[in-house]
């Protein structure tokens, strides 16, 4: 696909406490950054490590992931222009039900209302650079003004760190080559 105008990249960025590795993860720990705790885990009492973002860790579902995901939408709408028509493409986790991924889409919606004269915003599973071609497209041949392509992500619920559990994928002193859940943005 041959494109006839060019789309610029206002920003990019990621909000995550999880490095890419045990010692980044670690040093962003050590820095306040990462909230690491223990979680209970089944009837026995253990308890598993999560690496939760700075915010309430009470907050659950939509509420969640509104939390994360809406300082980012500010921080990126901060840079689009005033009056233009802009596209949401949001990438949320498969295990996302489509009732919390309506309230969450709903949510930013009304944000991106507020900052631009025509918003619409998507939802998508795949979280891959599929959409990219789409997007392109759209910014070429004027449909769109601004585009702003992101996710957000949390398995610290009990379905996330039992679907870990399940693929043994979750992180213990025996099974080192795991995943500590997480959220990001």
Known sequence: MALTSKATVLGAGAFTPIGLNLTQTSMLHRMGVAAMEGAPLGQEGDTITVCRAAVDPELRGADRLL???EPALEEALAEAIGGSRARLLLELDEHVSDEVAEIVAATLGRAMQRATAETRVEVGRKGSSSALPTLATALASGRDDVVIWGGVH???DAWGIGRLVAADRLYA??????VLPGEAV
């Open 67 to 69: 939390a994360l995901a």
């Open 173 to 178: 002193d025996d099974n080192l080559d795991a």
């Open 154 to 156: 949390s398995n610290c």
